[in-house]
């Protein structure tokens, strides 16, 4: 029997193209190399919305329930993060700020200058670094299971709050029992799933793993150092978090909501954990489509 995840590909990439999507890899620079998803019309006169993945799985692993539930009323482009996917490239940056960079990049090469913005964990917070480098760009922001910026506190005690010492051991864990950990620690109630799930998936999610490793190096700034000490973003920012999310719970949301503002409003979704799209698609298909007609 193969990698369940290879096994689904061709079914996923089936279903992309009943609802209208296609895949392209889009050549940023020399060197520089991003896969999208991307609508199969060039341009569809559809209000544009980007998503953006974590770190454990791609785009279309993270966001597949809400490119189904959306695509109908929206353009929806789905990356994939350097170093996620078949995204790669040759320059040495590992920070938010080249990922940033280079996704708008690659929007504006797809044609698309403006644009809603979905971020969860890790893509949140390269959206908002995409979005205080490119404000003309993000219209709105959608924002999941994350924070502004990794500053070396916030860094500190999110770690201690799941009991790990560094990212890379929870983030990119070597054996299967890591990854049962990962899953548990990021689920309000991880459902039962078969021990070759977990080989599988540990087996297909974790390449680039000295890339990636350096990516969250590059993630964790000293406090003194961070960019976004009073934020100030002109676009409207919907906070969109489960309830029961172990890694940065309620405190780090509240606290960022008040950093933001008056633009800025909140919504948690009961039973539901950092990976709240995924355990809780409908509900937060709801909240999410409501607040994109509306901005």
């Not at 500190?156 to 548990?184: R, Y």
């Not at 409003?265 to 809780?280: C, D, M, P, S």
Request: proline residues 4%; contains cysteine.
């Amino acid at each position: 029997m193969g990698n369940t995840f290879v096994i689904l590909k061709p079914i996923i990439d089936g279903l992309m193209k009943a609802v209208g999507m296609t895949s392209q890899l889009v050549e940023i620079e020399a060197g520089t190399t991003m896969h999208f998803w991307v609508p199969n019309k060039k341009l569809p006169n559809k209000p544009p919305v980007l998503f953006v993945h974590g770190f454990v799985a791609n785009g279309i692993t993270t966001w597949l329930f809400q490119i189904l539930s959306l695509t109908s009323d929206y353009a929806v482009y789905v990356p994939d993060l350097l170093f996620f996917g078949d995204s790669i490239t040759t320059r040495s940056e590992r920070s938010t700020t080249i990922q940033a960079e280079f996704l708008a990049k690659g929007m504006m090469k797809l044609g698309v200058e403006q644009f809603s913005l979905v971020g969860l964990s890790y893509g949140g917070m390269v959206g908002f670094k995409l979005a205080q480098m490119y404000p003309h760009m993000v219209e709105s922001m959608v924002m999941s299971s994350t924070i502004i910026e990794m500053t070396e506190s916030i860094s500190n005690a999110s770690l201690k709050n799941i009991g790990f010492t560094n990212w890379p051991d929870f983030l990119l864990p070597k054996t299967v029992s890591g990854v049962k950990v990962l899953l548990s620690i990021g689920s309000h109630k991880l459902p039962w799933l078969p021990q070759f799930f977990y080989n599988d998936f540990h087996e297909a999610m974790f390449s680039n793993r000295k890339e990636k490793v350096e990516l969250l190096e590059a993630l964790v700034v000293n406090d003194k150092d961070a960019t976004i000490k009073t934020p100030n973003y002109s676009q409207k920012i919907y906070i969109l978090c489960g309830d029961d999310d172990k890694i940065f719970n309620k405190t780090f949301s509240d606290d960022m909501k008040e950093k933001l503002g008056k633009n800025t409003t909140i919504q948690y979704i009961k039973n539901a954990g950092h990976l709240v799209q995924l355990e809780r698609p409908c509900t937060y298909n709801h909240y999410l489509k409501k607040f994109l007609s509306s901005s």
